[in-house]
């Protein structure tokens, strides 16, 4: 293991951050699984074995450092023996002696690797463990969860654990001031959410010299006098040192090409009335004869006679709203708030404002707008108070932004499908930590429905007999529309049920408190999915444990992995299986005799059935994959440009 553990400092700097190029090698781990097994359950021995963990010396076990191998430095000793002080800290805080696979799951994290632990495994501790032990290195840490609850939940819970080590935790969440983010950002370890770490990132940038080398601008720095109003005292970063990414494969894949942008509102004179006027147009305008959608129907593109009935659009003196390609470009935008974007899935409207939905997570995406006149179009197609255009200021992508920290690691329960993708992108290998209990989940397998009325009218029918038998029963719908239309069913028939999605997201963790009791029906968007435990009760276990009905069809199998994986933690009892409707948006490209065939329900049906949907779950990976890798090249070729040119 590398003996460099980056801090802000002389050595580093003041804002330490890898530099351009910011492609990552792929590197060779100095520590084997056999190697890390060893240490972690030597290590939970001696902790274990300890009648008073605060008696515990700092020094590396005989039996612990054996483990380490020769090749090692006196870093890698230290670095041991301060994961054996988080350990025995652990048990003293919380009464918790950490298991083997947690300890284990830590030291690959230190030693920047990817991790795969299942669901209910405690990747919540195995992450403080490997960040305390950075933190005791020196280096600042940041931890990224999934949602600002839980990154606020785990750094309060944590921080007599860290106290006790002689370390602060803080946290950063959506409503914080600069003030508050900066003595956040200024603990040993912080929990954050990766957009507000990208946007706190972006902002500290806006802050930086546009000139000179990384060297003249720290030189500048020195001789400049300090004080509160100076650029570097305004940052609310100390650098990116160290992260530790929690559900890892929701960021550095899922995630990994949407931008992030800091954006600032700006009032052009006449643009409420240039967008009006293109949203009119956009009406008269009919899809095949004016304009065609793209083939993943998210873009709209004019067709001959579309321009031509966008050319006739009165003339204006304004150089932007006069300008042939810009009026066709915001036409088509419109043509997309029209036709693509849908109220229940891509926004819900709160408070008389549009509010939009997180494609992989199923929350608000609070403070997010639609840029180049896109949010506005939308507000004017559902009738609600427009408001000012942003311009983009800066942005970035989670793929280049995790790039640029000095040591990077994350933990999951689902990486092994994307493994080689990491490696080849973020250099990161990957280890997978078997559970501490066998899996006990029986699978039903797939099913298909007519239409999405016969569906819901059957899951309605079998999360009732569920429940009756005393199974707490979580069923998983791609929005929020389908989580409405499945309520109404349920309703209809008088069924008890509770809803988890965009417009209940203030009421998540009350509804999640209550979704493992035996009985109980939740409907959930994929917020059920990701950082959150379901905790069963005894009778609930005693009835066979939690029923998990997945109505979605991912673009990865992978993603199905994340929701299916609510159930069995910890080797409990489960059943899942996977419903889905023939009209589904993903169906449309199965030929219509194919599909009768699987709705007859012939013998070869469920063989044939699941064949197609790992084929088109393939195919849809393969695609994503190509596009991320496509923008990866993009951005070192840009990268490779401003080398050149000096700035960095």
């Not at 959506?174 to 003595?183: I, T």
């Not at 083939?295 to 150089?319: F, T, Y």
């Not at 449309?588 to 009768?596: G, K, N, Y």
Request: glycine fraction near 6%; aromatic fraction near 6%.
């Amino acid at each position: 293991m590398s003996a460099a553990w980056p801090f802000p400092g002389l050595v580093w700097g003041d804002y330490p951050q890898r530099q351009l190029p910011l492609r990552r090698q792929a590197r060779r781990s100095d520590w084997g699984t056999p190697q890390l097994e060893g240490f972690a359950r030597e290590a939970v021995t001696r902790v274990a074995s300890t009648q008073d963990a605060s008696t515990q010396d700092a020094s590396m076990p005989e039996s612990a450092s054996s483990t380490v191998t020769p090749s090692a430095d006196a870093a890698c000793d230290a670095v041991c023996a301060a994961l054996l002080k988080a350990c025995a800290a652990l048990a003293r805080t919380h009464g918790v002696t950490p298991r083997w696979q947690q300890v284990m799951a830590a030291r690959a994290l230190l030693e920047q690797r990817l991790v795969e632990l299942d669901t209910g495994e405690g990747k919540t501790f195995a992450v403080a463990l490997a960040a305390a032990a950075a933190a005791k290195m020196g280096t600042p840490v940041h931890v990224v969860t999934a949602n600002d609850y839980l990154a606020q939940r785990d750094a309060q819970t944590l921080a007599p654990f860290y106290a006790s080590m002689g370390l602060r935790c803080g946290f950063v969440t959506q409503p914080m001031q600069p003030a508050q983010r900066r003595e956040a950002y200024a603990c040993h370890v912080t929990y954050v959410t990766g957009k507000e770490l990208c946007f706190d990132y972006l902002r500290d940038a806006m802050l930086a010299p546009a000139t000179g080398s990384a060297l003249e601008q720290r030189i500048a720095r020195m001789t400049q006098p300090a004080g509160p109003a100076t650029p570097a005292a305004q940052r609310v970063l100390r650098g990116l040192c160290f992260a530790i990414l929690d559900e890892a494969d929701t960021m550095l894949i899922d995630e990994a090409r949407v931008p992030l942008v800091l954006a600032q509102a700006q009032a052009a004179a006449g643009e409420r009335e240039f967008l009006q006027t293109a949203w009119l147009l956009a009406q008269d305008l009919r899809e095949g004869e004016h304009f065609r959608l793209s083939a993943d129907g998210l873009q709209a593109r004019l067709l001959p006679a579309g321009r031509s009935l966008v050319a006739l659009w009165p003339q204006e003196q304004h150089a932007l709203h006069g300008h042939p390609s810009h009026r066709e470009s915001t036409v088509e935008l419109a043509l997309v708030a029209r036709h693509v974007l849908q109220q229940g899935r891509d926004y819900v409207i709160r408070n008389g404002k549009i509010a939009l939905v997180d494609e992989q997570s199923g929350r608000l995406s609070h403070g997010r707008a639609w840029s180049r006149g896109l949010h506005q179009l939308v507000e004017m197609k559902e009738s609600v108070a427009l408001t000012s255009r942003n311009e983009t200021v800066s942005q970035i992508t989670y793929q280049r932004f995790f790039a640029r920290y000095l040591r990077l690691a994350g933990i999951s329960g689902t990486l092994r499908e994307a493994r080689a993708e990491l490696s080849r992108v973020y250099g990161l290998s990957m280890i997978r930590i078997e559970p501490h209990k066998p899996r006990q989940v029986h699978d039903f397998g797939k099913r298909l429905f007519a239409d999405s009325p016969a569906l819901w009218a059957a899951v309605a029918e079998r999360a009732q007999a569920l429940a009756a038998a005393g199974r707490p029963v979580l069923i998983g719908v791609n929005t929020v529309s389908q989580s409405q239309a499945l309520s109404a069913e349920m309703a209809a028939r008088g069924i008890a049920y509770q809803v988890l999605d965009a417009h209940h997201d203030e009421a998540e963790q009350d509804v999640l408190a209550l979704a493992g009791r035996a009985g109980t029906i939740t409907v959930a968007t994929s917020m059920a999915g990701r950082g959150s435990d379901i905790l069963l009760d005894e009778q609930a276990l005693a009835a066979g444990g939690l029923h998990v009905l997945l109505c979605q069809l991912n673009a990865s199998g992978r993603v199905d992995r994340q929701f299916l994986g609510r159930a069995g933690r910890q080797g409990q009892p489960a059943s899942v299986e996977h419903w889905l409707a023939a009209d589904f948006a993903a169906m449309a490209s199965v030929p219509l005799a194919v599909r009768r065939l699987w709705l007859r329900g012939t013998r070869e049906t469920p063989r044939s059935f699941a064949a197609y949907l790992r084929l088109f779950q393939a195919l849809r990976t393969y695609t994503e994959m190509k596009q991320r890798v496509s923008l990866l090249r993009s951005a070192e070729s840009a990268e490779r440009d401003l080398a050149f040119t000096g700035n960095s």
